[in-house]
């Protein structure tokens, strides 16, 4: 059964940072390539941040790149993203997926 489970969201003050992790389960995590997807309430899913599944290649949506970053561990099955210097439009329901599914996702809250 594949599961993809987020945590580390939470309530950050404007400048603050968060760490999202991501534990997958019940696929081949190594040949996938992995993603950060955000949702804030009435607007369109973003995509924030991917990476390949060696983990040599990543990429950012522009209105994160040089605060974020994308990592993981392959050994772990695990998927992160380090989020710097927020924003209050950082706020959304941040989300893990793959190919073939995601996560729940977890919120993060800027605010002061």
């Known amino acids: 059964q594949v599961q993809l489970v987020e945590s580390g969201g939470g309530l950050v003050q404007p400048g603050g940072s968060l760490r999202l992790s991501c534990a997958a389960s019940g696929f081949a995590f190594s040949r996938y390539a992995m993603s950060w997807y955000r949702q804030a309430a009435g607007k369109e899913r973003e995509l924030v941040a991917s990476?390949?599944?060696?983990?040599?290649?990543?990429t950012y949506s522009d209105s994160v790149k040089g605060r974020f970053t994308i990592s993981r561990d392959n050994a772990k099955n695990m998927v992160y993203l380090q989020m710097n210097s927020l924003k209050f439009e950082d706020t959304a329901v941040y989300y893990c997926?793959?190919?073939?599914?995601r996560g729940q996702g977890t919120q993060v809250t800027v605010s002061s």
């Open positions: 990476i390949t599944n060696s983990g040599g290649r990543t």
């Open positions: 997926r793959y190919l073939l599914g």
